[in-house]
Structure formats: structure tokens, C-alpha cells
């Protein structure tokens, strides 16, 4: 924070709440450690009716719908934009640790975030006949609004540094073994 002077007007910047420092780096610790670590994500994912489905991760729901002109109820997000929301949310994530860890204080993070997807395939149901790596999100483009006590080009390498050590981005960006089964 700046106070004023005689000549001078007294500015105010309010920072965002700041993550734990010294966890972060003991985190980062572990993973320089034994960087083979790996944790694992559960979701249970269940169907209201018609595409309304609402997820259980640990103690906090998530609800899914498509809106009316893909026959949902329009009562929550469409699955594209959950997943769209979840790389934000991970950005966020990282563009915050980066921040930390390079000791700059972050006074706004926002991301913007737009992905083109289609769906010709009817998802399988009698639409047209495409090939996996045709469907799903063909371009997804990004923008981050961020300000806070570093220049641009340092809040521009936070940017880089967070987007290329996102685990969520790196999954949509990568190939990865998927496998699906009825259960047992």
C-alpha cells in the first residue's frame, strides 16, 4: 500500500488472499523428492433425469445439464463448460503458486476462457459418423486478466509458467490411457 504525499493522490491496492508460502514450498519439496508422486480424483457421478446428473466429489456437488436445445433442462452448466471451468479453475491455481513462489502479490486474477465444440455425432445416437479425434473441444482459447505488483512480462511469465505445468491443461492438451467398463 502507497500513502499520499503532498503532490501526490494516496493509492490503494487491495491484494488477493494469499495461499500459505512455506506449504507451498514444502509441497514443492515432495514433488522435487520423489517426483513420480501421484494422487488420485474420485467423482460419482449421478443421473437425475433426462441429462441432469449432479457429481459427489468428497463433501461438494457438482450438477451438469445441457440446456434445452440439446434436450436437457438449461438448470446448470453443459459438461463442455465444466470442463472449461475446471481449466480455469486449475490456471488459477497455478498462476497463483507461480505468483507465491516468485514472491509477487497478486491484486486481480481472472480468466476467460472459450472453447469450440460440436456435436454432429448426436453423441453417438444415429448422428453423423465421426472419428474420436474429431469430436470434442477443436480450439480452446484462453485469456487471463491479471494484475499485481510486477510488470507486465513478469505477470506474462507467470502466465507461461502456470499454463505449462497445469496438470488440467496438460490432460486436454496430451493423449492419456482412458478406459471405461461396466462394473463389476
Known sequence: MTT??????????????????DGL?????????????RGTNKVHTVTDGQYRTVSHIN??????DEPLHLFGEDTA??????VLSGLGGCLAV????VAT??????????IFLEGDIGNPAAW????????????????????????????????DEIVRHANYFS????????????SISLME
Open 167 to 178: 496438470p488440467v491443461a496438460n490432460t486436454m492438451r496430451n493423449p492419456i490411457p482412458f
Open 4 to 21: 499520499a504525499t503532498a503532490s501526490q493522490p494516496e493509492t490503494v491496492t487491495a491484494y488477493l488472499r494469499p495461499i500459505d508460502r
Open 94 to 97: 497455478g498462476i497463483t503458486a
Open 101 to 110: 513462489w516468485k514472491q509477487i502479490k497478486l491484486s486481480k486474477l481472472e
Open 25 to 37: 514450498l514444502a509441497f514443492a519439496e515432495k514433488g522435487r523428492n520423489n517426483p513420480a508422486t
Open 77 to 82: 452448466p453443459a459438461p463442455g463448460e465444466i
Open 59 to 64: 463433501q461438494h456437488e457438482v450438477v451438469v
Open 124 to 155: 453417438g445416437a444415429g448422428g453423423a459418423e465421426k472419428k474420436p479425434e474429431d469430436m470434442g473441444f477443436q480450439d480452446i482459447r484462453v485469456k487471463v486478466l491479471v494484475e499485481g505488483d510486477a510488470t507486465r512480462e513478469e505477470l
